[in-house]
């Protein structure tokens, strides 16, 4: 079967900015596919040319088995980054309209808008006006608007951004059910513990380039196990001038050290012993937080 | 074809659900067939009142047939509608006019006329009055006064006649105008019916093209500031939003034309059933079916032709601050016509009305205004709808492709040359 989304080479420039250079990515069925990347890196650019929002300049961009199109648009729920509805619109009108939208008669779109909206906890506000809605209700209704005609591919940038703990949860379930229920979904996000924790593969996308790519676990391995976990009492200690240290994020409760490579966990475990009381020495893959930092390094993320 | 119905579904029904379109389509004729009955009602009061005239003649001659001339006009209950009082010269006209200058402002006085020593120099007749305005009034003073001048004059001449004889040799003869069809019939028609007959209509194209246009603008950048129209490019290609946008918009104003038209032909037909038709026959000309018609055509090209414009407008910009600026060529593009209705309606058939009637952006405005006071050449009318059908088809490719790249452009607004290189795509 062909892939869920496939780019090749793709390439876009906007004035003397090349937004997108040279991406290829593919996205297999049935799974979840995670778009990481720091901002104005390209991601929004890169999920537009999959719904041919825009065009790419160069290169090729297929989905669902066709070339990105109307035809294949159909068939993709998507939620921008940029959060938008008519705010003057009834909360079901809304809804209705995003499902008419994607092809479905007014009735039947509003008797799936009205089932969604109940199911969610929005059942009582349906024919309350958007703008009455406060901020985490009105993600709601645009999510259910992603989600109207059941979609093969769900693209969501960024969907848990303002959301609260409860809200995450709802959204997540939802997005593993559809998903089990046999949906392809991309979702961009900043919070790679999340990204970790749901999705099977990943792209890590910077300055319009995909400098990372493929399942979770291969990206892992590809790092090595070369991360320490540390926890201990005393300070004043340095840890980047230990040896073998490449580099240090400082969690407060404890620290994870990155080591360079081939360097002996053993030795740095010896020279702690000598400065401080160790309470917990752990050698665990790096998470996809510190890949992110290494991958992009530290400079501003807004470039 | 679906999406395309579902965004007209939508942009119509989102407009005509509000309650502001139904007071205004409703409002809007009622206040004009107010202000007729206003301007009735007004003139009743006005012919209800005497107004009293001082009179102030240096020359003492032209008293006695001034009053003669003025005691023709008539109230309706039959007591003369002028009162002349006169009064002494004294040491000048000037200052026995200032004397008398607080009661004209207190309201005793309609007026104080002045005449001076010498009846055949210039400047010699005054009038001062609160309100100058009154056209009518001023008309029937002038002519009385001139009348009494003859008077004297003849009589200085040995010409000595009775004011009937006069009256007799200065009969006015009234030039009647008829207008000649292409069908070769004739019909009744002054310049001031034509005037505002034409006026009404121009002004109604006027106010539903820049509001319309407005309309469709403010919509696009609604969707582009909630940034919705990010979701809704997901589902439709951009031209299909466009279009969606201007049709569904356009079904409105075309359903308010259509309760327009159809309150005039219901008043039209009553008027025509009804004893009043005779004197009506000057507006029942003005609502003509003909004229109805080409309305209705010169309304939806106008309306495709602007729309478009302000659709790129409101593509390009992020405010209506912002586009105050881009909008208002294409509002003076509006007003100028509008502003010119004097001149091509008295010159219908100049070079230069021919020439402006055939040029799209001013095309719908005034060929309908050539249309109402004469027929011109059917190639005229036939070359004026093709040209506007060409730039309109023009137009919606051009802007078709700035609202692709447009509505996805927030900061700062692009240069005119920066549209305009987007629009040749």
């Not at chain 2, 939003?241 to 005039?264: D, E, F, N, P, R």
């Not at chain 2, 011109?376 to 023009?394: D, E, K, M, R």
Request: proline share 4%; glycine share 8%; charged share 25%.
């Amino acid at each position: 079967m062909d892939a869920a989304v496939s780019v090749r080479e793709a390439v876009k420039t906007f004035g003397h900015h090349r937004a997108v250079d040279g991406v290829s990515l593919d996205v297999p069925r049935g799974i979840i596919f995670g778009l990481i990347g720091p901002n104005g890196a390209g991601k929004t650019t890169t999920i537009r040319m999959i719904l041919d929002i825009i065009r790419p300049d160069a290169g090729e961009v297929r989905v669902l088995g066709m070339p990105a199109g109307e035809s294949a648009r159909d068939r993709i729920g998507y939620l921008p980054e940029e959060r938008g509805l008519y705010r003057k619109m009834k909360v079901l009108e809304m809804v209705e309209y995003q499902g008419t939208l994607k092809g479905a008669r007014p009735a039947e779109a509003r008797r799936e808008a009205a089932a969604w909206l109940d199911r969610l906890g929005l059942g009582e506000w349906k024919d309350r006006k958007v703008e009455d809605l406060s901020k985490g209700m009105q993600q709601k209704v645009q999510f259910i608007g992603a989600l109207m005609r059941k979609p093969e591919l769900l693209i969501l940038d960024e969907p848990f951004s303002g959301l609260d703990p409860v809200n995450q949860n709802l959204f997540k379930d939802v997005m593993l059910e559809q998903n089990r229920e046999g949906a392809t979904i991309i979702f961009s996000t900043h919070q790679m513990d999340t990204a970790e924790r749901l999705c099977r593969e990943i792209a890590l996308i910077d300055r319009g380039r995909i400098v990372l790519g493929g399942s979770l676990a291969s990206v892992k391995s590809r790092f090595g196990k070369n991360s320490v976990l540390v926890e201990y009492d005393g300070d004043g200690l340095s840890l980047q001038e230990l040896p073998g240290v490449a580099r240090v994020d400082d969690y407060g409760h404890y620290r994870e050290i990155r080591l360079r490579n081939g360097a002996d966990p053993q030795a740095l475990l010896r020279a702690l012993v000598d400065k401080v009381t160790i309470r917990r020495f752990e050698i665990v893959e790096p998470t996809l937080h510190n890949i992110f930092i290494e991958q992009v390094g530290e400079r501003p993320a807004d470039a | 074809m679906h999406k395309l119905l579902m965004v007209i579904r939508r942009e119509y029904l989102e407009r005509v659900r509000k309650k502001s379109f139904w007071l205004g389509t409703l409002l809007f004729p009622l206040l004009m067939v107010g202000l007729i009955f206003i301007q009735i009602l007004l003139a009743d009061v006005e012919t209800g009142n005497q107004r009293k005239i001082a009179l102030i003649d240096t020359t003492g001659r032209l008293e006695q047939r001034f009053r003669e001339k003025l005691a023709e006009e008539k109230l309706k209950d039959g007591r003369p509608a002028f009162v002349v009082e006169s009064h002494p010269a004294g040491e000048g006209a000037d200052v026995a006019a200032r004397r008398l200058l607080p009661r004209v402002v207190s309201g005793d006085l309609f007026g104080i006329i002045t005449v001076g020593k010498d009846l055949d120099a210039e400047k010699n007749f005054r009038l001062y009055a609160k309100s100058v305005g009154n056209l009518d009034v001023q008309r029937t003073l002038q002519g009385a006064l001139r009348q009494a001048v003859l008077g004297v004059r003849l009589e200085q001449s040995n010409m000595k006649l009775e004011q009937k004889e006069l009256a007799a040799l200065l009969a006015p003869i009234e030039l009647e105008s008829f207008q000649v069809a292409a069908a070769g019939e004739a019909k009744r028609k002054g310049f001031r019916e034509a005037y505002f007959g034409t006026f009404t209509f121009v002004f109604i194209l006027y106010m539903s093209l820049l509001l319309y246009g407005i309309a469709v603008m403010r919509g696009i950048l609604e969707e582009k500031s909630n940034r919705i129209m990010e979701v809704l490019l997901g589902s439709l290609s951009p031209d299909q939003l466009m279009t969606g946008k201007i049709l569904g918009i356009g079904l409105v104003g075309l359903t308010q034309m259509a309760i327009y038209t159809a309150t005039v032909g219901i008043v039209r037909l009553y008027i025509a059933a009804s004893p009043l038709a005779g004197d009506w026959s000057g507006t029942l000309d003005a609502v003509s079916p003909a004229r109805m018609v080409y309305f209705l055509v010169f309304f939806i090209l106008g309306y495709f032709l602007y729309t478009s414009l302000f659709a790129a407008v409101g593509a390009v910009c992020n405010s209506e601050q912002e586009a105050q600026n881009l909008q208002t060529p294409l509002v003076m593009c509006l007003v100028i016509p509008m502003v010119a209705t004097f001149f091509f309606v008295a010159n219908p058939d100049s070079t230069a009305a021919v020439v402006v009637s055939m040029i799209p952006l001013f095309a719908p405005m005034v060929m309908f205004m050539r249309i109402s006071v004469l027929t011109p050449p059917f190639w005229q009318i036939a070359l004026s709808i093709l040209l506007l059908a060409g730039t309109i088809w023009l137009f919606f490719k051009a802007v078709g492709r700035i609202f692709r790249i447009g509505v996805l452009m927030y900061g700062k607004r692009p240069t005119v040359p920066e549209i305009l290189r987007w629009a040749r795509g």
